[in-house]
């Protein structure tokens, strides 16, 4: 899939006031500072799309882009940021978890997971809550150049193994690099597949 326009259409926290546009949807969700951000700009080839910073927490909304005005992107929240107030993390939690059961148009989810460290709790307890009220998702594995293969590949195994104790398969999953644009077309190519295949739900 080629990227021609990325348009940003509403940034809000009510589920109610999200756009209408009958087009197929994919959100991006991961722990603060997994590199959300950079990964959405490298997919969409649009340096400064999402607000990359260093200082987790950074998004705080339910941000819709329309990609080549036929399907849309949405940067959520990241998760599990201590520095974030409780009740803000309360809220987060509220119109995040509204926003998975409630949309619609949300054909796929994808949960992002720093490749650099071994299964997180707070990672599988979210796939866990997605898959135990359907919502479809797949994993990205997040910031691959910043250990060696061998590293990535035990890090990634350890993660499968963690998994296929409560799932009978593994998701689909993906290993990316926003520094080398690695897995950027199997990313687009997956979402251009899905929309291939959802194509008669939305006419």
Not at 122 to 151: A, C, H, R, W, Y
């Amino acid at each position: 899939m080629k990227i021609n326009t990325a348009t940003f259409i509403i940034s809000n926290t009510d589920v109610s006031r999200c756009p209408k546009d009958n087009i197929p949807e994919y959100a991006f969700i991961g722990r603060s500072n997994v590199g959300k951000s950079s990964l959405i700009n490298m997919l969409t080839n649009h340096k400064k799309l999402a607000k990359t910073s260093g200082k987790p927490g950074k998004t705080q909304l339910i941000n819709h882009f329309k990609i080549n005005d036929s399907w849309f992107l949405v940067d959520l929240p990241g998760y599990g940021y201590a520095q974030v107030s409780k009740s803000k993390r309360k809220t987060f939690q509220g119109f995040i978890k509204d926003y998975f059961l409630q949309r619609k148009q949300l054909v796929c989810s994808f949960i992002l997971v720093d490749s650099r460290h071994e299964p997180q709790k707070i990672d599988l307890e979210f796939m866990q809550f997605l898959g135990e009220n359907g919502v479809p998702f797949g994993i990205i594995f997040t910031k691959s150049d910043k250990l060696g293969s061998s590293s990535l590949n035990k890090n990634i195994t350890k993660y499968k193994k963690q998994l296929l104790k409560t799932w009978e398969s593994i998701p689909t999953h993906f290993i990316t690099s926003a520094e080398s644009e690695m897995g950027r077309d199997e990313v687009l190519n997956f979402i251009e597949q899905v929309n291939t295949n959802v194509a008669d739900n939305f006419k």
